[in-house]
């Protein structure tokens, strides 16, 4: 069948891009079910479908790829939705989003410069010797942190740093808390190294929400997503009087409602519990969670805003205000 993509083979076997992506390209590490794997494979099969990006390439001369290099992340909902929407995006323009998930000490060039994408996005600061490397192929260069060249005939259209939402989302969460009594904060970090920085910056926004009502320093335990884990963190809450606890995520929050249960805390009159994403289990948790949600999909819009902007030629689109969003739930 002529002009079958991969959005096809997702939407007939009713599963996303990226695990259609996933599977097609047998990428390692990556959990998929056997039934997933042979129904995705034996859709592709029946509608025809195979990659063309190499040959398109050869033809044109031009490359179809845009390189989307994710960083050494967990990938979870946030994520994969993420993807998930900048591949629909860009397919408008039929291009194709190669994700290359950083593991290791490899050299990106090494990457870049066996699939020679069109351009790289990337969601965490480049190098800028990597930068400055891809620009000499005539490569465009997307992405967070990624500042215009200052060489003469380079690409002056890349948007600039992307502002930092962490530290507000933590903030909304401790002011949430406060707004609802709450007098001595908790905060559930997590010990995952690999998103250890989004902590960091979320603790900072309920460490200074706590500074300016005039509370203690909150009372920071890392909680694993197990039983033993968060009955103990909340038992040093309890301990220490907190009656509110800020987690890093929505994940770590049901981590911290299993442990309240456990300790048979009524929530949230006995503990408050706030998250951060929204995933979709957070509306069907006990008590469903109050939680922060950022706009993924509007992200990934202005992400593929900007890959288009920059093959075009012409400026990036102004990014658009889109704060982080508090969902009120029964949790806090």
Known sequence: MAGVTSADVARESGVSRTTVSYVLNDKAGVSVSPSTRRRVLETAARLGYAPSAAARALRSGRSDLVLCVLPDWPVGPVVETMLDHLADELA?????????????????????????????????PFDPEDVRAMRQAGIQ???????????PGADATSPGPLEDPQPVIGRMQAERLIARGCRRLGYATTDDRRVADFAERRLAGVRAACLEHGLAEPLVIPVHVDPESAASAVAAWTQADVDGVAAYNDEVAFAVLAGARAAALAVPDDLAIIGVDDVPLAALASPPLTTVTQSIEHEASYLAACVLAALDGVAPPPRPHDPPTLVARESA
Do not use: F, M, N
Request: hydrophobic share 45%; aromatic share 2%; net charge negative.
């Open 141 to 151: 260069v997307v992405g967070d942190d990624v500042e215009a060249p200052d060489e």
């Open 92 to 124: 408008e323009r039929d291009l194709s989003v190669l994700v290359h998930h950083v593991r290791g000490a490899r050299p990106l060039a090494h990457l870049w410069r066996a699939v020679t994408p069109r351009t790289v996005v990337g969601l965490a």
